[in-house]
């Protein structure tokens, strides 16, 4: 697709050849006229001198041939100023026209080299911006593959547990990359509905109570905020706190093997890993994030 320089210049190129075509047409006519307007100059003169030389060779004098060849002469240079007037009008109609192509041509010619100065630069453009695009592209990937390959493995610890993060310091301590990872917390389901069922019998043991014991109330409270439109968990701190509580399976057989299904359908699942990058001018200065895009 073109520029709209590219495309303004191009339609003035067209425009011109136009106009340079219909004025070599018309300059193909004014050459025409030129060469008529000569040849009746021409065609006059040898006339003129024609009746000279008759006039000059006549041996009988007082004829109506004297008179018309003496009428012949002494139109001659009233008719010469007139053919020579209507040729030089001619002539300078022509040579105006071949002005104004001369002038024509010399503008295309100068749009036809800018034309090809700004594709050029056009040209220019474009494969510069590809050829970083495809440099961004292997820098992206060449370090996306170092980070896969030494950078993010190290998020795992020995025991095989995924951290969230990890840090790696140059030796100088002036520059640091940080490499984290988001984690996604995962309920099964049908341990989940399990442990729903377990926490309903709870419910229902001690709906039916006339008075709820004031030490029984928190835990009710906590556990029925787990429940969201009685279907699913709703993962975060209530749930995390509930499965944290050290219950007594004989004072709550339904909540302790809630807890139970609840911590075997829980599992968490690395989403994305990333890196963050840091440098700072001096131990005692504050790090800055560096750019990474």
């Known amino acids: 697709m073109l520029t709209n320089s590219v495309r303004s210049l191009k339609s003035r190129i067209i425009l011109l050849g136009r106009q340079?075509?219909?004025?070599?047409?018309?300059?193909?006519?004014?050459?025409?006229?030129?060469?008529?307007?000569?040849?009746?100059?021409?065609?006059?003169?040898?006339?003129?001198?024609?009746?000279?030389?008759?006039?000059?060779?006549?041996?009988?004098?007082?004829?109506?041939?004297?008179?018309?060849?003496?009428?012949?002469?002494?139109?001659?240079?009233?008719?010469?100023?007139?053919?020579?007037?209507?040729?030089?009008?001619?002539?300078?109609?022509?040579k105006a026209l071949e002005q104004k192509l001369v002038a024509l041509e010399t503008e295309r010619i100068m749009i036809l080299e800018q034309q090809l100065s700004e594709t050029k630069t056009i040209d220019e453009i474009v494969t510069q911006v590809f050829a970083l695009n495809a440099a961004v592209v292997r820098a992206a990937s060449d370090r996306e593959q170092c980070l896969n390959r030494h950078v993010f493995p190290r998020l795992v610890d020995e025991h095989g547990n995924l951290r969230s993060q990890i840090s790696f310091t140059s030796s100088d301590g002036l520059r640091r990359v940080v490499a984290m990872v988001n984690t996604m917390t995962i309920v099964r389901g049908d341990l989940a509905a399990e442990a729903k069922a377990e926490i309903q019998l709870f419910f229902d043991r001690f709906q039916q109570a006339t008075k709820m014991d004031e030490t029984v109330r928190p835990l009710y409270e906590l556990t029925r905020q787990l429940l969201v439109e009685k279907t699913d968990f709703k993962v975060g701190p209530d749930l995390y706190r509930f499965l944290a509580m050290d219950l007594d399976d004989e004072i709550y057989p339904e909540l302790s093997k809630a807890q139970t299904l609840l911590r075997s359908s829980i599992r968490s699942e690395k989403t994305t890993s990333y890196i963050r990058i840091y440098e700072r001018q001096s131990y005692t200065s504050n790090w800055e994030v560096v750019s990474q895009s």
Do not use: C
């Open 20 to 94: 340079i075509k219909g004025g070599k047409r018309l300059l193909e006519k004014f050459t025409r006229r030129e060469k008529h307007s000569r040849d009746v100059w021409t065609r006059a003169y040898h006339a003129f001198m024609k009746s000279v030389n008759q006039l000059a060779n006549l041996k009988r004098h007082g004829t109506k041939k004297e008179l018309w060849l003496k009428g012949k002469i002494r139109s001659w240079p009233a008719e010469t100023i007139k053919l020579t007037k209507e040729r030089d009008g001619v002539r300078g109609e022509l």
